[in-house]
């Protein structure tokens, strides 16, 4: 069973950088995964943020975050990293990480496409 557990969140002014990371268990050593970051402000949906293959770490990102966000993973560590610049009041949030073990190398920010999530973890950004 995979366990997924964020920290790292908290709160910011604007245009300053934030890190998160998520500490992962439970992979099958040798399978492939799409991991990703996903963000849910109140009253609105979970959406996708960046995901990246454990295999080829070849990340995508959503529209609203590329050239602000980087994504990564340490498969020594099991650790999915996620680094915020430049950021907005917009940013503001609870992201997730997520897991879901994947024949491909292919991932997407597909909510539904993930069956691992963590509890989520505050980011605040102030104006």
């Known amino acids: 069973q995979v366990q997924l557990v964020e920290s790292g969140g908290g709160s910011v002014q604007a245009g300053g950088s934030l890190n998160v990371s998520c500490a992962v268990s439970?992979?099958?050593?040798?399978?492939?995964?799409?991991m990703g970051w996903f963000r849910q402000a109140p009253g609105k949906e979970r959406e996708g943020v960046a995901v990246?293959?454990?295999?080829?770490?070849?990340?995508t990102y959503a529209d609203s975050v590329k050239g602000r966000t980087t994504i990564s993973w340490d498969g020594a560590e099991n650790i999915l990293y996620l680094q915020m610049n430049s950021l907005k009041p917009q940013d503001t949030a609870t992201y997730y990480c997520?897991?879901?073990?994947?024949?491909?190398?292919?991932?997407?920010?597909?909510?539904?496409?993930?069956?691992?999530w963590g509890q989520g973890t505050q980011v605040t950004v102030a104006s």
């Open positions: 997520a897991a879901v073990q994947s024949g491909t190398n292919t991932c997407s920010l597909v909510v539904g496409s993930y069956d691992s």
């Open positions: 990246i293959p454990t295999g080829t770490r070849i990340p």
């Open positions: 439970g992979f099958i050593r040798y399978y492939l995964y799409c």
